[in-house]
């Protein structure tokens, strides 16, 4: 399982840049860059409702990809050793991206 470290503070599941779902889905099956890429797990952080998610997160989770030209992804489930989610000030989950995506040279 990869370890997940993550920068969208405006998401619910965030903790101290680590996520507490134990899966998430990163999106973009048509993605040839990082940025092409998002968090499909993404829910937006709204007022001061926090999660009440008991428990701390683990820096690991099981990550379901649909970014198929990634060298990491491998029938749609992501291999990579450590990834790291960005989009600071998030407000949907398109504003989000998989920084480690890394298209497989052709
Ligand atoms: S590193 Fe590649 S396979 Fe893993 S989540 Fe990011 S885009 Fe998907």
């Known amino acids: 399982m990869p370890e997940l470290k993550c920068t ?5 599941h965030n903790q101290q ?3 507490n779902l134990d899966k998430i889905e990163v999106g973009g099956n048509k993605a040839k860059r990082s940025e092409e890429t998002c968090c ?7 007022g001061d409702s926090y999660s009440n998610v ?5 820096p690991t989770s099981m990550i379901d990809c649909k970014a198929t030209d990634c ?7 992501c291999h990579a050793g450590k990834i790291s989610v960005e989009g ?12 480690t ?3 497989v040279c052709e």
Do not use: I, M, P, W
Not at 8 to 12: A, I, K, M, N
């Open 101 to 103: 995506f890394c298209a």
């Open 88 to 99: 600071s000030n998030a407000c949907h989950c398109q504003e989000t991206e998989c920084a």
């Open 8 to 12: 969208v503070q405006t998401c619910v």
């Open 17 to 19: 840049f680590l996520c």
């Open 40 to 46: 499909d797990s993404f829910q937006e952080r709204k």
């Open 54 to 58: 008991t428990g701390t997160a683990s």
């Open 71 to 77: 060298q990491y992804n491998e029938s749609c489930k």
